[in-house]
């Protein structure tokens, strides 16, 4: 039984893959689950078997992620919807539209989609699914629990570059009409791949998960996104920090990372948890006062943009430690982004299957 990173059964085999996708992927290894997808790493059949005979090295950088959003809800639940039960018309729709007009930079915080069978198209007990490029990293989920293994804060240079990228990466969306949902750190990954990096020394951050999305977004509904992840944003902050909360068991990393804060990161901290969207309590109104200086090419967007330009020696090394101990660690094969031999026995074992 297949089984990912937090426990939860995979029910989808590589068998039920491969019929599920109708051969076009040859599944390798799960790459996360959600709520209703589940995600593989796999190659596409076209470019595994194509006349150019691709080496398994050659294969690596061809690795895609298919989301599956397995069938089997009962028949009732299909006929009195009339809707596939596991519909991925909107998440499709997003994401091909954002490939489509993603240039340049922006392409960096996104997945670039490839294809799919979308729930309109097939009858009930067929399992839709999507395939795009797959990231070469981590959720940013698993940073974070391995910088509470080290008894670290993100640093400062971190969090910045982080905030810069996703919050251009949301404006973006915000501007072509998408809503993003679901912000949150398991639906952010960090792309382990230098040679696409923004800025030397700090990883790219990705915005993946576009279920829920919906094409019509207003400005008002965008200010609150923006809200959500400015609370996003001040958890990733605050983790750690002997500066902002007491903690029982401080850490050396911890106290010398607080030790070197300036003005404008106190003055980060603060904005940001004034300007969190408190649904329930008039978010908007609380965000009128601080989205003007936090949003794109606001007076502090700006100031935080050029400062992670400067790397500090001792949040470099920070960095690096939590990007390679986190590619390391790998207690599942989650975090694990396959190899030359798994790609050679995926394509063995595919033959089985098709045979
Ligand atoms: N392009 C990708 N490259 C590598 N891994 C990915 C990629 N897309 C998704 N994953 C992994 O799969 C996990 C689940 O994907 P995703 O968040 O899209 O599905 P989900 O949460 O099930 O979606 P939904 O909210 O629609 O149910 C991610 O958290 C991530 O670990
Ligand atoms: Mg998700
Ligand atoms: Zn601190």
Redesign the pocket.
């Known amino acids: 039984m297949v089984r990912d990173s937090r426990g939860n059964v995979i029910p989808c085999t590589k068998s039920s893959f491969v019929a599920d996708t109708q051969g076009q992927y040859i599944p390798i290894h799960p790459?996360?689950?959600?709520?209703?997808?589940?995600?593989w790493?796999a190659l596409s059949a076209k470019e595994a078997f194509s006349s150019s005979k691709p080496s398994p090295c050659q294969l690596i950088a061809k690795i895609c992620?298919v989301?599956i959003f397995p069938a089997g809800v009962s028949l009732r639940t299909y006929e009195n919807s009339k809707r596939h039960p596991n519909d991925n018309v909107e998440?499709v729709k997003a994401m091909s539209k954002i490939s489509r007009i993603a240039k340049g930079d922006m392409m960096r915080h996104f997945?670039q989609f490839i294809e799919a069978l979308i729930s309109s198209d097939c009858h009930h007990e067929i399992s839709p699914w999507l395939s795009?490029?797959?990231?070469r990293?981590?959720?940013l989920q698993d940073m974070l629990l391995f910088a509470r293994q080290l008894k670290t804060p993100l640093p400062e240079t971190l969090v910045y570059h982080c905030y810069v990228q996703l919050l251009r990466g949301l404006e973006f969306l915000h501007n072509n009409g998408i809503s993003k949902m679901?912000i949150q750190p398991?639906?952010v990954?960090v792309d382990a791949d230098t040679t696409k990096a923004e800025i030397t020394g700090l990883p790219n951050f990705v915005w993946?998960?576009?279920?829920?999305c919906k094409d019509n977004i207003d400005a008002d509904n965008a200010k609150i996104q923006r809200g959500i992840f400015y609370d996003f944003i001040h958890r990733l902050a605050i983790q750690l920090h002997v500066c902002e909360c007491e903690i029982e068991d401080k850490g050396r990393l911890q106290v010398d990372l607080c030790k070197q804060h300036d003005r404008l990161w106190q003055g980060f901290v603060r904005i940001m948890q004034m300007s969190k969207s408190t649904i329930g309590h008039d978010p908007i109104s609380v965000l009128y006062k601080n989205d003007t200086e936090l949003k794109v090419g606001g007076r502090l967007f700006n100031m935080v943009e050029t400062k992670r330009r400067y790397i500090p020696q001792f949040d470099q090394a920070i960095i690096k430690a939590l990007m390679d101990h986190t590619i390391a660690y790998t207690p599942t094969m989650?975090n694990k982004f396959p190899v030359e031999k798994d790609v050679e026995q995926a394509i063995k074992e595919f033959s089985q299957f098709v045979s």
């Open positions: 790459a996360g689950t959600g709520k209703s997808g589940q995600v790493y992620a989301k998440e997945p795009m490029r797959a990231v990293g981590f959720e679901d398991v639906n990954m993946i998960d576009f279920g829920g989650r």
